[in-house]
């Protein structure tokens, strides 16, 4: 059964940190890119940092650029985000999404995980 499982969600401060796992079961990771996407109450869903699992090339949207990072665990068929420098405006639930084009096209990706919340506040 193909899965994708995201953890590490949660509650922060703004200026705070979190890392988020994006785990992949019943298939390998090697030949697909693996994005994560963002989606606030009342507001579209938003491509945030793909990577190519097999070379590693990944890709960001503006409003993260230099506080984000996307990597892989090839050994552990996980991806991860490291997120810093958070903001009151990165609140929302967070999905990791495989497909084959590496993309920040939701429409690109034909596997989700469940989502996991970021909640970013003071």
């Known amino acids: 059964q193909v899965q994708l499982v995201e953890s590490g969600g949660g509650l922060v401060q703004p200026g705070g940190s979190l890392r988020l796992s994006c785990a992949a079961s019943g298939f390998t990771l090697d030949y697909y890119s693996i994005a994560w996407f963002r989606q606030a109450p009342g507001k579209e869903r938003e491509g945030v940092s793909c990577i190519s699992f097999s070379d590693g090339t990944s890709y960001y949207a503006d409003s993260v650029k230099g506080r984000f990072t996307i990597s892989r665990d090839n050994a552990k068929n996980t991806v991860y985000l490291q997120m810093n420098s958070l903001k009151p405006e990165d609140t929302a639930v967070y999905y990791c999404?495989?497909?084959?084009?590496?993309?920040?096209?939701?429409?690109?990706?034909?596997?989700w995980g469940q989502g996991t919340q970021v909640t970013v506040s003071s």
């Open positions: 999404a495989a497909g084959m084009p590496l993309s920040l096209s939701w429409y690109d990706y034909d596997y």
